[in-house]
């Protein structure tokens, strides 16, 4: 049995030009352009930030339910949870492990900030965003209200 070798041109669906074609068998078939150094890469615009997964942006949780959270990591496992995602599909999409992913969850490790986009990103909600920025916000109040019973104290 003989390798088949190309006999003649077809003309291309796409560009009009030819590509090879071989018979086999009887059979005519079309081969397309060769591949390799003369093919064009996918072109993408901006900066991909996640790898997969991701179509919609992120929606926002509502208040009753924010208040009610008590930890960065509370947030994130309900809103795994609420998502009814996989550990091992946030952690594809942010670009991590699993078991990382799992450490976040649980709160033995502290989620960083350059992961709170991408992980309200990979589940679909805006909860672990929304916490940390109320908790930004308490803490700057506190402080606010120390520093005002401090001045307070120095005067009396």
Do not use: W
Request: hydrophobic residues 40%; aromatic residues 6%; proline residues 7%.
């Amino acid at each position: 049995m003989s390798r088949p070798v190309p006999s003649r041109t077809f003309p291309s669906p796409d560009t009009g030009q030819g590509g090879a074609g071989f018979s086999y068998g009887g059979h005519d078939f079309f081969c397309p352009e060769p591949l390799g150094n003369a093919r064009q890469p996918l072109a993408t615009t901006g900066n991909l930030g996640l790898s997969f997964g991701v179509h919609r942006a992120p929606k926002d949780a509502p208040a009753k339910l924010l208040r009610q959270v008590e930890s960065a990591s509370q947030a994130l496992a309900v809103s795994i949870a609420a998502g009814n995602h996989k550990l091992d599909y946030i952690a594809a999409c942010v670009g991590k492990s699993r078991s990382y992913i799992s450490r976040l969850q649980q709160g033995r490790r502290a989620i960083p900030d350059r992961l709170v986009a991408p992980l309200c990103a990979a589940t679909g909600s805006n909860l672990l965003a929304q916490y940390r920025a109320l908790q930004d916000a308490i803490d700057s109040s506190t402080c606010d209200q120390v520093r005002r019973l401090a001045a307070l104290m120095r005067v009396a």
